[in-house]
């Protein structure tokens, strides 16, 4: 970032996190468990309203298939950059 926001993050350096296992090995389902979902910060974040509708598309796109098909070239990768970021400070 550039507007400074970072400016209180003591110098290190920034690693690429990559998503390993990309294949579908049933972690994609387990995000309809709520106990899951506690751990997932960004889906604790949003209200239930917001996150409900892309669960039930979730659940029937794993039900049909359709996400296995429409993802099909993703899920033969061993591993993908998906752009998390993790920052590790000097100490």
Known sequence: MTDGSWS?????????AVRASVGN??????KLDPRVRAGISLLTQA???TVAPGLARLANDLESGSRHTRHAEVLTLDTIDVGYRLIVADS
């Open 8 to 16: 209180a993050v003591p110098p290190g350096r920034t690693d690429t």
């Open 25 to 30: 090995d049933g972690r994609t389902s387990t």
């Open 47 to 49: 209200d239930e309203d």
